[in-house]
Each structure stands twice: as structure tokens, then as C-alpha cells.
């Protein structure tokens, strides 16, 4: 019982501690250590760092680590190249601001679908999202709820073929790929993306009918996004070639998913390294080579255009560090909570929660997970490290699809993340210059409550009609 209650305190502070906007990099040891001290465990401190913590740290970013490094640098040579500008100002100009809501949020979509990182999108998109919600007179509280709706959801954890981490993270565990269970990814991105736009026009026709209009905001002056002439050379780049990193992301990686790898007699790769399984990782090994031909393409294609390539290299390289060690530390700490005696209490309640449908179990783990991290990506991973096995144990006994698994796994990981205390969601608000108070309570909306309503059509059509 002791232990117990010392897994749940270290729960509580790392949560609060998190939202009170101290490094995980620190706290995940630390609270690692407290759950350690208070169980009783004191002599076995050392040890459980030194082998529990630091392996569970450095086996997942042996893993992880081509992903996180291949997804920052495609964004930044997306960002720096004009490819992200010329995207967004193209659905600005077809779609233009009578229907800013949804011209932002395709926006947002379009480049995170093709794997440009969701912090780079926030930047990118934040100043066209101002011009058009101040020309459409749609209150500013609602820009950030709007970008999170693009940028946080659908793209992130739903659609199939997403490049985004959180997508990756199931495919060892299960031996899934991207792609898992498509048709119930698109129904659920279909209902975030309609369940977030119909909330947020809804809020908008409040507005407008208060009299309310976009604000008053006199920080506006000082320009936080690039300057006009560097906006002007940006956008020169052709669309057709801005689109095309975005097509090989999603088109290389399902020609290796599908056709390439499943052809492959993968005996010579068994007989060199006999304990890898190639049927768990290939899935990685697809997406990894769909970034790399994307970075390439971009690269080559703007050759005599970059401003400055090593530093836009530089920049995406060293972006992706604190991201993957941010996760991986969660990960340590998973592992250091997985091995204390109080955590089997704790397992087996969530395990049993429903026994014979797998599916909620799995749900709930993640949801909260990833709620007191504040990262879908973290939760995930803590998750599928001390749950993992027995999941895909129960899944096999009563006959669900591992692709299954992985697709409630990615969508209950992308609901409760966004609680107040997320990165993400700090982020997000310092970038539109906006408090909590003014625009948390749309964010959970979009990012929260359309979620949930779409995880649970998927684990009810999941259950009744199977993977598809």
C-alpha cells in the first residue's frame, strides 16, 4: 500500500511540478527517485537509476532517435525553404476569410499531415491566422483553439500514414505500421475535424452576434514572423514543388509498407541479426526512409535558394534533442514506477477495468498517462513500456487486431494530453500572445472533447465490426 502511495504522490508533483513549468529532463529522475525513497527501497536508489532509469532512457532513444531527428529537420527544411509559407498562403487565397476558421485549419493540417512539426506549424501559420481572423472579425481567444484543432488532432493521431511520433511509438510493440486500421482513423479524424469546426463556428456566431469583433490588441505592432520582404521571397517558391516533400512523406512510406517490405525475403536479415524481428520494425524502417527521400528532395529541389543550409540543418538537428530526451526521460521513469511492487496494484486494476475488451482498458491507461504527463508522446510510451505485452497478450486471447490496438493506443494518447499544464499548449499561447484564461477552454474542446467522442466511436466499431 505504501508503495502504492508513493507512485501516486510522484504522479501528483510530476504533474504539478510539469505545469508549474520545471524541465522533465529534471523531474522525471527526481520523482523517480521520490517514488523509490518513499517505498522504502532507499539502498536500491543507485541501482534502479543506473540500470532501470538510464537502459529504459537509452534503449528508447536508440528506437526513437532517427524519427525525432528526421521529423525536426524535414520541418525546419520546410519552414526555411518557403514550402510551409507557400502551402498556407495558397488555402488563403482559394478559401480567403469568409471562411477563416476553416482556412486555417487546413492550413495547419496539410503541413503537419506531411510531417512538418507542429511547433514549426504554430509559428508559421499564427500570423496568417491573425490577418484573417482581424479582417473576418473573429475574436483573436479563438486563433490558438483553431491552430491546436489543425495542428494537435487529426493529423496527429487519426488520419492513416501520419508521420507524426505519437503514430510510431505503438509499431514495436504491436508490429503495426503507420497505417494501421485506416478506416476507423479516417472515421475518427473525420469526426475531430467536424466536431472542432462546428465548436468553433459555433463560438464565432456567438461572438459576432455579442458584437464581440476580433479585439483589441496593441502588441500587434511589433511583427513576430518574418519580415515583409523575406514573406515576398518566401512565397516565390511554386506550390506544385512546396506540395511534393509533403506527397513522398506519406507516399514513400506506404510504397515500403505495402509493396517494397512485404516482397522482401527478410531470411538474409534474420540469419545476420537473429534476435530483430523484422515484421515489429519495418513500419519504422518505411517511415524513416520516406523522411530521408523527402529531406533530400527538398533539399536538392531548392538548390541556389536557401538562404543559409547549414544553419536551417544545424537548427532542425539540434531541434530534435530536447523533444526526444524529454520523452525518453518519461519513458526512465515509466520504467523505475513499472518496477516498484505498488505499480502490480495498479496494473491489474487498470487490466481488469474490462477483461474481456481490451480496447477501454488500453484507452483509459493512455488517457491518463498522458494527462499527467502532458504529452501524448510521453504518456504513449510510459504506456506501451510497462502495458505493452499485456495488451497485445489480451488482444491475441479474445481475437482483436493488433492494428486495432495501435489506433485506440495513438487516439487516447492525443485526448487528455492537452491539459492545462501541456508544453504544447504553453507553447501555443506564448506564440498568439494569449493567456489560459482567454483561450484554454476552447482548446479542450477541439483537442479534448471531439477527441474523446471519436475514440470511442472507433473502440464501439472496433469491437462490433473489427479492424478495417
Not at 269 to 296: E, H, N, Q, R, Y
Not at 374 to 386: H, M, P, Y
Request: hydrophobic share 55%; net charge neutral; charged share 10%.
Amino acid at each position: 500500500m505504501a508503495s502504492t502511495m508513493a507512485i501516486i504522490l510522484s504522479l501528483i508533483l510530476l504533474m504539478y511540478l510539469a505545469y508549474r513549468g520545471i524541465t522533465v529532463l529534471l523531474l522525471a529522475p527526481l520523482m523517480a527517485a521520490l517514488a523509490i525513497l518513499l517505498s522504502g527501497d532507499v539502498g536500491l536508489l543507485l541501482p534502479i537509476y543506473t540500470d532501470t532509469f538510464m537502459k529504459a532512457l537509452g534503449n528508447y532513444v536508440i528506437q526513437f532517435l532517427p524519427i525525432f531527428l528526421l521529423g525536426a529537420l524535414f520541418g525546419q527544411l520546410m519552414a526555411d525553404s518557403g514550402a510551409a509559407h507557400t502551402i498556407s498562403r495558397w488555402i488563403v487565397n482559394k478559401l480567403g476569410k469568409k471562411h477563416a476558421i476553416v482556412t486555417v485549419v487546413l492550413a495547419c493540417g496539410i503541413l503537419t499531415y506531411g510531417g512538418v512539426s507542429l511547433f514549426v506549424v504554430a509559428f508559421a501559420i499564427y500570423p496568417i491566422a491573425r490577418d484573417l481572423f482581424q479582417a473576418a472579425d473573429i475574436p483573436k481567444r479563438l486563433v490558438p483553439a483553431t491552430i491546436a484543432l489543425g495542428s494537435f488532432t487529426f493529423t496527429m493521431t487519426a488520419l492513416p500514414g501520419t508521420p507524426a511520433i505519437q503514430n510510431a511509438i505503438p509499431i514495436p510493440y504491436y508490429g503495426t505500421n503507420v497505417f494501421a486500421a485506416p478506416g476507423l482513423g479516417i472515421i475518427a479524424g473525420i469526426i475531430m475535424l467536424g466536431g472542432g469546426l462546428l465548436w468553433l463556428h459555433s463560438r464565432a456566431n456567438k461572438a459576432r452576434l455579442a458584437g464581440e469583433g476580433y479585439g483589441e490588441h496593441y502588441e500587434e505592432t511589433n511583427e513576430p514572423a518574418e519580415t515583409q520582404s523575406e514573406r515576398g521571397a518566401l512565397s516565390e517558391m511554386p506550390l506544385a514543388l512546396a506540395l511534393l516533400p509533403l506527397v513522398l512523406v506519406i507516399g514513400v512510406n506506404a510504397l515500403f509498407t505495402y509493396v517494397v517490405f512485404p516482397g522482401m525475403d527478410m531470411l538474409f536479415i534474420t540469419d545476420k541479426f537473429p534476435a530483430l524481428d523484422p515484421s515489429k520494425i519495418t513500419g519504422l524502417w518505411a517511415l524513416i526512409i520516406a523522411l530521408v527521400v523527402a529531406c533530400t528532395t527538398l533539399v536538392i529541389s531548392r538548390l541556389g535558394h536557401w538562404q543559409d543550409l547549414r544553419a536551417t540543418v544545424n537548427k532542425g538537428v539540434f531541434g530534435f534533442m530536447l523533444p526526444l530526451f524529454n520523452t525518453a526521460s518519461e519513458v526512465g521513469y515509466g520504467a523505475v514506477i513499472a518496477g516498484l511492487a505498488g505499480f502490480a496494484i495498479i496494473r491489474d486494476a487498470v487490466l481488469n477495468v474490462t477483461p474481456n475488451n481490451p480496447l477501454i482498458s488500453e484507452a483509459i491507461a493512455m488517457n491518463v498517462l498522458a494527462g499527467i504527463t502532458g504529452s501524448s508522446s510521453g504518456g504513449l510510451s510510459i504506456a506501451l513500456q510497462t502495458l505493452g505485452a499485456d495488451y497485445l497478450r489480451m488482444a491475441q486471447e479474445v481475437g482483436i487486431d493488433p492494428e486495432l490496438l495501435h489506433r485506440v493506443a495513438v487516439l487516447a494518447a492525443g485526448g487528455f494530453d492537452t491539459l492545462p499544464h501541456c508544453g504544447a499548449i504553453i507553447t501555443l499561447l506564448s506564440i498568439c500572445r494569449l493567456t489560459h484564461r482567454q483561450s484554454y477552454l476552447n482548446i479542450a474542446a477541439v483537442t479534448m472533447g471531439a477527441p474523446f467522442v471519436a475514440l470511442v466511436t472507433v473502440i464501439t466499431l472496433g469491437t462490433l465490426f473489427g479492424s478495417f
